[in-house]
């Protein structure tokens, strides 16, 4: 079980809990030519349990993580921290010779510490800047879409989420990321929000978002929210938090 010491005020418990928070979210984004990477985070009320992640790794290549677990609070920004901590050095430590690898043996080191009822969703992806290989593997998290002119293709490989399950393997795929072509990672606090009706805005409407974008309107990410607020309504509540983040290959590239 994660452990941690009791703050002796409620002014200290917020800045602890805001700190385990901030330490699941990268502060710096990587700038890479020809490459545009563009994170956005919208919290709910409570401790967010999205985290997202960078980090370099041999010869050039670039690891990309986007995760969520499955409960809200304290308990899920440390497991959310320590997840991080894990696979950044479990990462580094194999390379980029076997993603699958890498998210079995967080797996087998989460299940061992991660409190009951608790498992987290991860995409881990490797992308080389120069040739546009973009390496990946999933633990039972959203499919990311990418969109290229007006069409959209999701991004699928099979596996467990982490600390659900022993003994987990894990699909490792590979695609080639074309001129011009963009990556939205997401957590399902979008797809899963609901309208007054209890309709969930769902992957069918972010599909249909992502392909009627044309360029020069501004950023996705302010589109997508602009599209959730108007379905939630006015006054509607977020339900989670909301995490995106867009990896787009510049259509400037020669």
Not at 35 to 41: E, H, N, S, V
Not at 63 to 75: L, Q, S, Y
Not at 224 to 237: D, K, N, Q
Request: contains cysteine; hydrophobic residues 40%; aromatic residues 8%.
């Amino acid at each position: 079980m994660f452990g941690f010491a009791v703050p002796r005020s409620l002014r200290e418990v917020v800045r602890s809990f805001c700190g385990i928070q901030q330490a699941s979210l990268s502060n710096e984004v990587p700038e890479l030519e020809d490459w545009q990477i563009t994170p956005f985070y919208r919290p709910a009320r409570e401790v967010g349990d999205d985290f997202y992640d960078f980090f370099e790794l041999e010869e050039g290549w670039l690891g990309v993580v986007m995760g969520d677990a499955t409960d809200k609070g304290v308990p899920a920004a440390l497991v959310v921290s320590a997840t991080c901590s894990m696979l950044r050095a479990i990462a580094k430590g194999l390379g980029f010779s076997s993603l699958g690898e890498v998210l079995a043996r967080v797996n087998e080191t989460l299940l061992a510490r991660i409190p009951p009822k608790m498992f987290v969703t991860c995409f881990y992806g490797i992308l080389n800047p120069k040739s546009s290989r973009l390496v990946y593997a999933n633990a039972g998290h959203n499919l990311p879409c990418c969109r290229r002119e007006n069409a959209t293709r999701e991004l699928k490989a099979r596996g467990m989420p982490l600390g659900l399950m022993p003994q987990m393997s894990y699909e490792a795929k590979e695609s080639a990321l074309e001129v011009g072509e963009a990556v939205l990672f997401y957590t399902d606090g979008l797809i899963e929000a609901h309208n007054p009706q209890g309709e969930m805005f769902g992957m069918p409407r972010l599909r249909d978002i992502l392909s009627k974008r044309s360029e020069g309107r501004k950023d996705l990410s302010a589109t997508l929210m602009e599209e959730l607020y108007s379905f939630v309504g006015e006054g509607g509540e977020q339900e989670d938090a909301i995490t995106l983040l867009m990896l787009e290959r510049s259509p400037t590239r020669s």
